[in-house]
Nanobody, 127 residues
Framework: HVQLVESGGGLVQAGDSLRLSCTAN?????????MAWFRQAPGEEREFVAA????????WFKDSVKGRFIITRANRKSIMALQMNSLFPEDTGVYYC???????????????????WGQGTQVTVYT
C-alpha cells in the first residue's frame, strides 16, 4: 500500500519560514508524474498551492504564494519539499502532499488530477 507522508508543519509567527517535506512508503517518486501541495483552511475548500513536474524543471504556483514559496523534488531520494518564506496568517491550513499516477492536464491545479494523497500536516501562522 503506497502512502505519502508529510512532515514539517508547525506554529510560526507571521514573516517566518517553514519547510514541508513529503516522502512515500512503498513507491519511488520516479513513478509519479506531477506532484503538488494543496492546503485547506478551516471552513474552506481545499485549494491548490504549488506543483512540480516529473523532472523538477517545471513549477507552478497559486498567485498569492509566488515569490514566497519554492517547490522541489528529488526522485531518487523520494522526497518533495515546499519551502515557505514570509508566511502570512492566510497561509494557515492543513497542507497535503499529492501525486499524479497518470499523465494529466498540463500544469494542472485540479485536485482530481492527483490520485495519491498524504494525511496532511498542520501549518499555523499567527500575528
Amino acid at each position: 500500500h503506497v502512502q505519502l507522508v508529510e512532515s514539517g508543519g508547525g506554529l510560526v509567527q507571521a514573516g517566518d519560514s517553514l519547510r514541508l517535506s513529503c516522502t512515500a512508503n512503498g513507491r519511488t517518486f520516479d513513478t509519479y508524474y506531477d506532484m503538488a501541495w494543496f492546503r485547506q483552511a478551516p471552513g474552506e475548500e481545499r485549494e491548490f498551492v504549488a506543483a512540480i513536474g516529473y523532472t523538477g524543471g517545471t513549477t507552478w504556483f497559486k498567485d498569492s504564494v509566488k515569490g514566497r514559496f519554492i517547490i522541489t523534488r528529488a526522485n531518487r531520494k523520494s522526497i518533495m519539499a515546499l519551502q515557505m518564506n514570509s508566511l502570512f496568517p492566510e497561509d494557515t491550513g492543513v497542507y497535503y502532499c499529492a501525486a499524479a499516477t497518470t499523465l494529466g492536464t498540463l500544469e494542472t491545479t485540479r485536485d482530481t488530477d492527483f490520485g495519491s494523497w498524504g494525511q496532511g500536516t498542520q501549518v499555523t501562522v499567527y500575528t
